[in-house]
């Protein structure tokens, strides 16, 4: 992929997300190499920049790059497994046996090459991931030009990857280490969840985090049943757990967090942590519906992930962003709440802000990183367009990404993968999908 010197876009509508509510006609975006150099008039842009090369974009809605703050890639090659099963029954029975069978670097890299393929396609140019072997996810992640946040994970039984909590989390930072500079690619700590990590390691991955300064991506409070057995086993819930190991800081995402109290809200709006909301992944594996209305309003950063292909079943980032929307409605009986600007900002710089990047993505504004997406309006049933916040929101859907941009790369262009090298990695990746699900059946 080539990255472009210098390029301005001339779209019908600019929606920065910073400042907030706000959509620009009549601008340019221009990039400069990785970055955005101006957010300005197009008039003034074209004489300040005269000979750039210009690309009209007319009836397209430019946007920040989407963030997926929830992903298990790889699981890409257990979509549809063990479909209709209730999220206990599903890992214990389905994906954990898979995934013992299955998981090493290869089927991460395949896997999570067919994600990242799904997620750009639709707009997503960053994606927080949890899974073993992250070394595979970060070269799928390169190899189609994605910002990828990996996941260090621990939990507390040996796999394939590690054998212990220590072996796990050396095997990350020895990963994150080797991967300092590169401009793509970010780290958080990923212990599982507290149900399948112990107190010993809750704690040094807290001590890790506030040493390293990392954020703590880990699923929380998913199900009722999860509260009921660590008040059965621990004597309290699982967030309470997280806060005497240290855990309930700015630095944590709670991935889920279906069943929270008030007071559990509280404590996470009181410490800035935030939350990764799922909503497809907890309707279909009926964990129930998260109180994003409260978290929202006692002030807890949300953003939006889609989980893994196997319990969603799709990547479908703006689909999620919708549902989230109308879920919040219809649970606190108020349709004002969680309206289009904000739930833009809970895909854009609201996740960007979870991970600590929110000075580098997240919103179109100078000095930024030139992560953008062009969704094309023009489509019969995208028409008319009162309002093209709430049209992304409520109509759009990712057949309309037409164009993305990151870190100044163009990496889809007209809803194409925008290099023969990607393209050539997803086709063989295509082709080695029959081999996989013909183990995982097998097996």
């Known amino acids: 992929m080539t990255t472009s010197d210098r390029l301005l876009l001339a779209p019908s509508w600019i929606a920065p997300v910073a400042p907030f509510n706000a959509v620009l ?83 991460v890299a395949d896997g999570a090459l067919l994600a990242a393929h799904e997620m750009l396609r639709g707009g997503v140019t960053t994606f927080n991931d949890m899974y073993f072997f992250p070394e595979a996810t970060a070269s799928a992640a390169r190899a189609l030009g994605m910002r990828a946040a990996l996941g260090l994970i621990v939990i507390g039984f040996p796999t394939a990857y590690a054998s212990s909590p220590g072996e796990y989390l050396r095997k990350g930072l020895e990963l994150r280490d080797g991967c300092a500079g590169d401009p793509l690619l970010s780290f958080c700590l990923a212990p599982h ?8 390691t809750l704690r040094r991955v807290a001590v890790l985090a506030d040493e390293l300064d990392l954020p703590v991506h880990i699923h929380i409070h998913e199900t009722a049943g999860e509260v009921e057995r660590s008040l059965a086993q621990h004597g309290m819930r699982p967030l309470a757990r997280l806060d005497r190991a240290g855990l309930v800081t700015s630095h944590l995402i709670g991935v889920h967090a279906v069943h929270l109290d008030h007071e559990e809200i509280a404590l996470l709006a009181g410490r800035g942590a935030a939350v990764a909301h799922c909503p497809h992944s907890n309707l ?45 409605k219809g649970a606190s009986g108020r349709a004002e709440v969680w309206p289009a600007p904000a739930v833009l900002r809970a895909l854009t710089l ?28 023009g489509a019969s049933e995208l028409q008319p367009v009162y309002d093209p916040l709430s049209q992304l929101i409520y109509a ?19 809803r194409q ?7 050539r990695a997803v086709r063989e990746v295509v082709a080695r999908v029959p081999v996989w699900q013909n183990r995982v059946v097998s097996a």
């Not at 309003?297 to 969603?312: K, L, P, R």
């Not at 609201?350 to 309006?377: C, M, N, R, T, Y």
């Not at 759009?396 to 037409?402: I, Q």
Request: with cysteine.
């Open 396 to 414: 759009a859907g990712r057949e309309h990404v037409a164009e993305v941009w990151i870190a100044g790369q163009h990496v889809v262009k007209m």
């Open 284 to 328: 279909k594996l009926a964990s129930g519906i998260a109180p994003v209305a409260q978290l929202l309003e006692a002030g807890v950063t949300v953003g939006i992930g889609t989980d893994s292909s196997a319990s969603n079943n799709r990547l479908d980032l703006l689909g999620e962003a919708r549902t989230a929307a109308l879920l919040a």
């Open 25 to 107: 006609t009549e601008h340019a975006i221009v990039i400069d190499g990785t970055k955005i150099a101006e957010v300005c008039p197009l008039d003034e842009a074209r004489a300040r920049h005269p000979g750039i090369a210009e690309l009209a974009l007319p009836g397209h809605l430019i946007t920040p790059g989407l963030v997926n703050l929830h992903t298990h890639a790889a699981m890409s090659l257990l979509r549809g497994l063990g479909d209709d099963l209730p999220l206990a029954r599903w890992l214990e029975e389905c994906i954990w046996p898979a995934e013992a069978r299955l998981a090493g670097p290869d089927f």
């Open 193 to 200: 969840a507290p149900y399948t990590v112990d107190d010993e």
């Open 350 to 377: 609201d996740g960007a802000k979870a991970l600590g990047l929110e000075a580098s993505i997240g919103s179109i504004e100078p000095g930024k990183q030139a992560d953008l997406v062009a969704f094309d309006f």
């Open 417 to 423: 993968l925008g290099s023969a090298d990607a393209v």
